[in-house]
């Protein structure tokens, strides 16, 4: 019995074997075989390409919240800022379209006198994109910034034009208000005890206290009042040592014919001036000690800009601390206690030193008296019981008396002074006190010298001068030295001239550390030289 199939779809053999064969050939075939690890490599190229992308995508957006969040707590910790701090950060994330990524619970301000910190963080999720084709999911971001505004820490010199010209234009009375605003301004906004400032006044020279003069090491003779005439290489320093011999500036007046010796003070208008209210007022904080120190300050004399620089650049130095340290003690102190250890060092972050150097004029002679003349006795004579002067003629070995005030006594030539044995003779420093050298040649060695010989021998031959020039380039030479040490200087030219502006725009820190400023426009840069001290810093 033959059986036959059924199966519709049965194919003939040859059909099959025909099959066969080409699955044998397709299997020995290589075309092909990377088409799925090539598929494979780029599914896995796009998962770590997607990552990329919102890595990057990640840092840009951290970057900006980064940025943003410094400018937002810079802002909002300025002492001058009225907004709420977290109104203020909030205002900087929404303009910059982060408005999402803003917590108040993440904004933490902290204030008190003198004193403002805001801290801002952000802890929130990026949402990612590509990243979720590999299987990944969404990001933390973060980002964070401190910022603080202080004055802590400071020390301030205010070296301020008294000369004569000062009384012109309403000048002095727009300078004290302005000085004393600016004292109004840096005290409110400091913590007590941590910003010290010194007022040096200056005209021909710069008076110094008896109390810290006396710190210092000097020789010559002046019992009136206290300067000191530097040396050009002291200019090049900003030290000071208490160790170093400084020649006094003596006690005497080149301009007017005046005599006092009859009323037992000195004369008046001299190089070195002996009033209280115009020498320096040393490392100080009460508001109101030193905005009545600046009310009482008179103007007349010369200006010596370098003079003036010198010694509001010592009082920054810590080669002053032995002097300041030796006044904030014992019963005699008269410097607070709080400024013991000042000056500090210059490489102290936490102490800012800052000098306001003011002028309305320029560098102008400042006179000495020559070396010969500093001590040793002249060849005056004086009477007290009669007031009057009598001059030796080396010469001849005869006295000549002169009248006294009253008249009383003929001029003459006698073998003895007035007074006989009686007579005091005189010192040249006490000489030079009570007697203007114009008042010893026109009034004294005219009587019996002739004018101009009397002029010449006890007038120009008794002093010398330091010009422009010269002090131009001490003022220079201090103001480099100053900022060398990293002491920052503004400079406020006041309606000077123009080689006086020209020496403050050289002094200055930098151009935007100097003021040209006319009339109340004094007023403005003191107030802006107070916000700019007011210092931002970023600490994290």
């Given amino acids: 019995m033959i059986l036959r199939s059924n199966t519709a779809t049965a194919l003939p053999a040859h059909v099959l074997q025909k099959g066969i064969g080409h699955l044998r050939a397709f299997r020995r075939d290589e075309a092909g075989t990377m088409t799925y690890p090539t598929i494979a490599f780029f599914l896995m190229m796009l998962g770590i390409g997607g990552i990329g992308v919102d890595f990057m995508r990640m840092e840009r957006d951290r970057t900006l919240l980064q940025s943003t969040l410094d400018r937002a707590v810079l802002a909002a910790a300025d002492l001058d800022q009225t907004q709420d701090a977290k109104i203020v950060v909030q205002d900087y994330l929404t ?170 003070s000195p004369i008046p208008y001299e190089i070195c001036d002996n009033l209280d209210s115009r020498e320096i007022l040393a490392f100080q904080k009460d508001e109101t000690e030193l905005k009545n120190f600046i009310e009482n300050l008179s103007a007349w004399g010369n200006t010596s800009i370098d003079i003036g620089m010198k010694w509001g650049t010592a009082l920054l130095d810590p080669s002053a601390r032995p002097a300041i340290s030796a006044l904030t003690s014992g019963g005699d102190s008269v410097i607070p206690i709080d400024f013991a250890a000042r000056p500090a060092e210059y490489n102290d972050t936490d102490t800012l030193k800052i000098i306001v150097l003011m002028t309305d004029g320029q560098n102008t002679s400042q006179y000495f008296i020559e070396d010969e003349y500093r001590s040793g006795n002249s060849d005056v004579w004086y009477d007290a019981d009669t007031d009057q002067y009598s001059t030796l003629d080396p010469d001849s070995g005869y006295y000549y008396r002169h009248y006294d005030h009253s008249g009383h006594y003929s001029n003459g030539w006698y073998y003895t002074p007035a007074g006989g044995d009686d007579a005091d003779r005189l010192s040249f420093p006490s000489l030079f006190s009570f007697m203007s050298i114009k008042w010893l040649y026109s009034k004294v060695y005219r009587d019996w010298m002739s004018r101009s010989t009397a002029k010449y021998s006890w007038y120009y031959n008794l002093y010398d001068y330091l010009g422009n020039t010269e ?60 916000t700019s001290i007011r210092q931002l810093r970023l600490t994290q």
């Fill in 471 to 530: 002090k131009n380039s001490r003022t220079a030479d201090i103001c480099a030295a100053a900022k060398a040490q990293g002491i920052v200087v503004y400079t406020i030219g006041f309606e000077a001239p123009s080689d006086g502006q020209a020496v403050l725009k050289d002094c200055a820190s930098t151009a935007s550390h100097y003021y040209d400023v006319d009339g109340l426009e004094i007023s403005d840069a003191f107030n802006s030289i107070a």
């Fill in 95 to 264: 303009k910059a379209g982060l408005a999402e990524y803003y917590s108040a619970d993440n904004v933490i301000p902290e204030e008190r006198l003198g004193y403002k910190r805001v801290e801002a963080s952000v802890e929130a999720t990026f949402e990612a994109h590509l990243l979720k084709f590999s299987n990944g999911s969404d990001m933390p971001i973060y980002a964070a910034s401190t910022a603080e505004e202080s004055i802590d820490g400071l020390e301030i010199s205010l070296v301020l034009d008294v000369s004569g010209s000062m009384n012109s234009n309403s000048r002095l009375s727009n300078l004290k208000v302005a000085a004393k605003e600016f004292i109004e301004t840096m005290v409110a906004n400091t913590t007590d005890g941590k910003m010290s400032v010194s007022i040096v006044p200056y005209a021909t020279q710069v008076s110094v206290p008896d109390e810290l003069f006396a710190q210092y090491t000097t020789v010559g003779e002046n019992d009136f009042a206290n300067c000191i005439n530097f040396e050009a290489s002291d200019f090049q320093t900003t030290t000071m040592p208490t160790t170093t011999i400084y020649d006094r500036t003596m006690h005497f007046g080149p301009w007017y014919t005046s005599e006092s010796r009859g009323t037992g």
